[in-house]
C-alpha cells in the first residue's frame, strides 16, 4: 500500500495530462448516454406525430367511407302519360289549377301499371312507397314551367325512397328481420323486380347539391346550409376584418403605452379565450332581444361570429405589425412622413400578408363554429335557399348537427357528406392562408 | 483603415472651414437635457451646426451623440419614455415650438440611418416617395427628374440607371446607404443627420460615401455621428467630443485632433479608452 502511494506523486506536468484524460474518459462515457437521450427523444417524437396521422387518416376515411353513397342517388326510370283530365280537366291551364293538380295519382299510377296484379289498398300503398314524394314534385315542376308537355308521355327518371335507396345500396338487407326494418319483403321483391327490368339505376346525386334541407333524406340538400354559411362568413367579415385591424393599428402604432391600453391588451386575449356559447348568449340577448334583429339570419349569426372572430384577427395583425422592422418606420419619418402616412404607406402593407393570414385562420375558426349558432336560432329547420341576409337560414356544422339527431338511417350518409363539404372549405381556407404566407415571406 | 497607429494624433486631410466670418449659424443650442424614464442621457449641451460644413459627433458608445443628432429632427419624439429640455433652434425658431410642424421639420432636416434601410420597394419608389408626400413635385417628368438629380448627386446614378424598377434592398450595402442618402436629398433639405453611416460598410463603401459627403457639403449642412476617428478627421471641419453625456470640446477639426484641450479628448483621440 505504501509503495503505491509513493508510485502515486506526479509531478505537475503528469497531473495535467492525467486530468486531461480523465476529463475526455468522461466525455467519451458521457457521449454514449447523450446519443441514447437523442435517439429517444427522437423515437418519441417520430412516435407522436405518427399517431396524429393515423388518427387523422382513420378520421377521414371513416368520414368518407360513409360519407360517399350520399353522393348517389337511385332513380327509377317512368314513362309518365301527362294526362290532360287529372291534371287540368277544364283545360283552362290556370296556374293554381297546374300547381294543385294530383301529380300523386300520375306517378303512383303509372308505377303501379308495372304490377297489374296488385290490387289492394294495402299492397298498393306499400308498392307506391318505392317512389320518393319528391317524384310528384318534379312533375308539378315540370307541368307549371312548360304547360305545353300536358298530354304527352315523358321517359322521366324519378327519385327513389330513401329507405328504397339504402336498399339499393345494400345498407338495409335481408339479414334483418323482417319486423325489424322498414323495407317488406314483399316490397325488396318489387324493388328486385324493377331493377330485373332495368328501370332502376344509381345516378349521381345533384338534389344534394342544390336544395336545402328536407324532411325525406333523398330530397335533402347542403346548398341551403352553404349559402347560409356564406352570407354568415360575409357579414363576419364585413365587420371584423376593418374593426379588427383598425384596433391593432391603434394599439401597435398610435396609442400611448399606459395602465389602460395594458388592461385593454389583457382583455383582448381574455376575449379570445371566452367559450364560444357565451358569445351565442350575448348576442341573444343584446342583438335579437334588445335590437330586435331577426331570428335565425345570417346578419345576426354574421355579427355573434364576428365578436368572437375580432380577438384572434387583432392578435394576429399586431403580431404582423410588430414584425415590421422599426428601420422601415424611421426611413420614412426621417423623410417627414406623418404617422398615418408612415402606417398606411409603409408598415400596413408589409403587415398585410400576417393579418390576411391571421384573418383567414379566424374565418376558418367562425366557419367551423356551431354553438353560438344554436343560441339565436339558426338550428331551425329551413326548406328555403337563404337569399339574403335576413332571411331565415342555417350553417354547414350546424346541418352536420342536425342530420346527425335525424331518425332516418339515410341521413347517416349525408352527415358525413355534409361534413365532407365542411372540412373541403376549411382545408381551402388553411390552404390559401398557408399560399399567402409563402408567397409574401419577409421581403427586408 | 488600419493604416493609422491609434497611439498617434491622427493625421487631418480635411480641408479647413471657410473663414469663420462667412459661416452661418444653422442650429443654435443650448442647455440641451434628455431624459430616458428617469435616466438622463444629456446634461446641458451646448452646440452650434454651421451651415455648408460638415461637423462630426464622436465619443464612445453610449456617450449621448446619437441621442443628440435624433433630437435635432425630433425623431426621438418616437420614443415614449423620452423628455428634451433646452433650447434647439433651427434659423432662429426653436423646433419644439407650436411655430415648427414635426413634419415640416423633418421634410427640412433629413437623416440617413446606421444602417441602410431603404423601403422594400423599387428603387425609383424609394426616391420619389418623398417628394410625392410632400408634393413637391408633381407630375411623371418632375418626378423622374428629382430620381436621376437625386442619384446622381448621390454617385449612384449610374450603378442603376438601367435597373429603376427593381426592389431597393436588392442593391449591395453600400449601394443601398447611398440610396437612403439620395432618398435623404431627394426631399431637398437644408440639414442632412447621418447617423454612423458607414459603420455597417466595408472600407471601399466607406470611401466612397466618405467623398459623397464631402460633395454634398456644398448644398447642405451636415452633422455626423461617426465612431471612427479617422472618418471624422477625414469628412468633417468641426468636431464636437462626447462623454458620458457631456458636450468635452468642440472645436476646428484640425484642432481637436492636433491639439486637443481636454484631458479625456487626449485620451480618447490617442486610443486609451472608447
Known amino acids: 500500500m505504501t509503495d503505491a502511494v509513493m508510485t502515486d506523486v506526479q509531478t505537475p506536468d503528469q497531473m495535467r495530462r492525467d486530468r486531461a484524460a480523465r476529463a475526455s474518459n468522461a466525455v467519451r462515457r458521457s457521449l454514449k448516454k447523450r446519443y441514447a437521450a437523442e435517439a429517444r427523444f427522437r423515437a418519441y417524437g417520430i412516435g407522436a406525430v405518427g399517431l396524429a396521422l393515423a388518427c387523422i387518416v382513420v378520421l ?152 336545402a334541407d328536407s324532411r325525406e333524406p333523398e330530397l335533402a340538400g347542403i346548398l341551403g346550409a352553404a349559402m347560409g354559411s356564406l352570407f354568415t362568413m360575409l357579414v363576419t367579415l364585413a365587420l371584423s376584418f376593418p374593426i379588427g385591424v383598425c384596433a391593432a393599428v391603434y394599439l401597435e402604432e398610435f396609442a400611448p403605452k399606459n395602465r389602460l391600453t395594458q388592461i385593454i391588451e389583457v382583455n383582448i386575449n381574455n376575449l379570445a379565450a371566452v367559450p364560444s356559447i357565451v358569445f351565442g348568449l350575448l348576442g341573444l340577448a343584446v342583438f335579437i332581444n334588445f335590437f330586435g334583429l331577426p331570428r335565425s339570419a345570417p346578419l345576426v349569426g354574421g355579427m355573434v361570429l364576428a365578436l368572437m372572430t375580432l380577438p384572434t384577427i387583432i392578435i394576429a395583425s399586431r403580431a404582423a405589425l410588430k414584425a415590421v422592422p422599426p428601420s422601415i418606420r424611421e426611413a420614412a419619418l426621417g423623410l417627414g412622413a406623418s404617422r398615418m402616412q408612415v402606417v398606411t404607406h409603409h408598415v400596413l402593407p408589409l403587415a398585410m400578408p400576417g393579418i390576411l393570414t391571421g384573418t383567414i385562420i379566424g374565418m376558418a375558426q367562425a366557419l367551423g363554429e356551431t354553438a353560438p349558432l344554436l343560441m339565436i336560432g339558426m338550428v331551425a329547420f329551413i326548406v328555403d335557399i337563404p337569399g339574403g341576409i335576413t332571411d331565415p337560414a342555417t350553417v354547414l356544422p350546424v346541418q352536420v348537427y342536425l342530420w346527425a339527431d335525424s331518425p332516418e338511417r339515410a341521413f347517416v350518409a349525408r352527415t358525413s357528406a355534409a361534413i365532407m363539404i365542411l372540412l373541403t372549405f376549411l382545408i381551402l381556407m388553411n390552404a390559401l392562408a398557408v399560399l399567402l404566407r409563402k408567397k409574401f415571406e419577409r421581403r427586408w | 483603415m488600419g493604416e493609422v497607429d491609434m497611439s498617434n494624433a491622427v493625421e487631418v486631410t480635411a480641408p479647413m472651414a471657410s473663414s469663420d466670418a462667412a459661416r452661418e449659424t444653422k442650429f443654435h443650442t443650448r442647455g440641451v437635457q434628455v431624459f430616458y424614464g428617469e435616466k438622463q442621457a444629456l446634461f446641458d449641451v451646448d452646440l452650434d451646426i454651421y451651415e455648408n460644413e460638415v461637423t462630426a459627433l464622436i465619443g464612445p458608445s453610449g456617450c449621448g451623440k446619437s441621442t443628440y443628432l435624433r ?91 438601367d435597373r429603376l424598377d427593381e426592389p431597393g434592398t436588392g442593391l449591395s450595402g453600400g449601394q443601398q446607404q447611398r440610396l437612403c442618402i439620395a432618398r435623404a436629398i431627394a426631399v431637398q433639405p437644408e440639414v442632412i443627420l447621418m447617423d454612423e453611416p458607414c459603420s455597417a460598410l466595408d472600407p471601399i463603401a466607406t470611401a466612397r460615401i466618405e467623398e459623397l459627403i464631402d460633395e454634398l457639403r456644398d448644398n447642405f449642412t451636415i452633422v455626423i455621428v461617426t465612431h471612427s476617428m479617422q472618418q471624422a478627421a477625414r469628412v468633417s471641419q468641426r468636431t464636437a467630443f462626447f462623454h458620458l453625456g457631456d458636450l468635452v470640446e468642440v472645436g476646428e477639426t484640425g484642432k481637436i485632433f492636433t491639439t486637443p484641450q481636454d484631458q479625456r479628448t487626449q485620451d480618447y483621440i490617442t486610443g486609451r479608452f472608447g
Not at chain 1, 84 to 108: C, H, M, W
Not at chain 1, 136 to 144: C, K, Y
Not at chain 1, 188 to 208: C, H, P, Q, V, Y
Open chain 1, 60 to 211: 377521414f376515411s371513416t368520414i368518407i367511407s360513409s360519407g360517399l353513397p350520399a353522393f348517389t342517388q337511385s332513380a327509377i326510370t317512368l314513362n309518365v302519360e301527362l294526362k290532360q283530365d287529372v291534371i287540368d280537366p277544364e283545360g283552362t291551364r290556370d296556374k293554381s289549377t297546374l300547381i294543385n293538380a294530383n301529380y300523386r295519382k300520375l306517378v303512383f299510377d303509372t308505377l303501379l301499371a308495372e304490377f297489374p296484379e296488385v290490387t289492394g289498398r294495402r299492397d298498393k300503398r306499400a308498392l307506391t312507397a318505392i317512389l320518393s314524394s319528391g317524384a310528384a314534385f318534379q312533375v308539378q315542376q315540370l307541368v307549371t314551367s312548360d304547360p305545353s308537355l300536358i298530354g304527352q308521355t315523358l321517359e322521366l327518371s324519378l327519385p327513389v325512397a330513401a329507405d328504397f335507396d339504402l336498399y339499393n345500396k345494400g345498407v338495409i338487407n335481408k339479414g334483418t328481420a323482417e319486423s325489424d326494418r322498414r323495407v317488406s319483403d314483399q316490397q325488396m321483391a318489387w324493388f328486385d323486380t324493377l331493377k330485373e327490368r332495368g328501370i332502376i339505376e344509381s345516378e349521381l346525386n345533384t338534389t344534394f347539391f342544390t336544395n
Open chain 2, 71 to 161: 433630437t435635432l429632427n425630433r425623431m426621438n419624439d418616437t420614443i415614449d419614455i423620452c423628455r428634451v429640455k433646452g433650447k434647439i433652434e433651427l434659423d432662429g425658431t426653436d423646433v419644439y415650438s407650436d411655430k415648427i410642424d414635426v413634419v415640416h421639420l423633418r421634410a427640412r432636416v433629413g437623416m440617413v440611418f446606421q444602417k441602410p434601410n431603404p423601403f422594400p420597394k423599387s428603387i425609383y419608389e424609394n426616391i420619389a416617395y418623398g417628394p410625392r408626400i410632400h408634393g413637391i413635385a408633381t407630375g411623371k417628368e418632375d418626378i423622374d427628374q428629382i430620381v436621376e438629380e437625386s442619384l446622381t448627386k448621390a454617385s449612384l446614378w449610374n450603378e442603376v440607371k
